[in-house]
């Protein structure tokens, strides 16, 4: 048994979470929890806990983050916080997992590891060497990124004795539509013809406010690189 938590904001821990969640079960039939405050998806591959939410209402005090910096969100005397953190208690109490993947909480990770069971924490991009991220991947049994190992240098930077990051590659909801190009369709003469380049840019949903002059600046230099 699997049990997996989603953070609820924006859309890609949940995409990310149901895309290996849905292979985890077709290659080994074995269904995976899916745990978060966010709605249950109808393609979820297994039992869903509907979490309290710990952010509403607002809390009174400062969390407990803001006040010792070894969590990130932890608000004092909250009532979502205590139920939901019982309610993932109660699962683990009563389904007894294998291990839980943490996609992603600090705090997750280590009730997981305070019950006895083994966390896989989610790594994602960007400086995570603050002391919430130093600890929970210290107590994590693992840690993955979903990126090539070969750009592990330039996305992550850690700064804590856990387990090495696990680059697990590329990972989209969309891989099952899409069909792998033959090397005849696209020949190795045709990659430096001038025909027009079309760049997609994918963007996801919560989190920071999305930028308009990065992805201008990344065309301009792309044309400049063309004409080159």
Request: with cysteine; net charge positive; aromatic share 6%.
């Amino acid at each position: 048994m699997i049990g997996c938590y989603i953070h609820h904001q924006g859309a890609g821990h949940l995409n990310r979470s149901l895309s290996w969640a849905k292979d985890w079960a077709e290659q080994t039939g074995e269904e995976v929890t899916g745990m978060s405050s966010a709605p249950r998806p109808a393609e979820w591959p297994g039992q869903w806990v509907r979490l309290e939410p710990d952010w509403t209402p607002a809390p009174e005090t400062p969390s407990a983050a803001q006040q010792a910096s070894w969590l990130h969100w932890a608000p004092l005397h909250h009532p979502g916080l205590r139920t939901r953190m019982r309610q993932i208690s109660g699962w683990i109490a009563a389904a007894a997992p294998d291990l839980i993947v943490v996609d992603v909480s600090v705090e997750v990770a280590l009730l997981a590891r305070l019950h006895g069971v083994p966390a896989v924490s989610v790594a994602l991009p960007g400086d995570r060497g603050d002391r919430a991220h130093q600890l929970g991947y210290s107590l994590s049994s693992a840690v993955v990124g979903f990126w090539p190992a070969s750009a592990e240098s330039a996305i992550l930077r850690r700064r804590d004795a856990g387990p090495r990051t696990q680059a697990l590659g590329a990972l989209s909801r969309f891989d099952a539509r899409i069909s792998h190009r033959t090397a005849e369709s696209h020949p190795t003469e045709n990659v430096r013809s001038r025909a027009p380049v079309r760049i997609a840019l994918l963007s996801g949903r919560g989190g920071a406010v999305f930028r308009t002059a990065r992805p201008r600046r990344c065309a301009q230099r792309c044309r400049r690189r063309r004409s080159a």
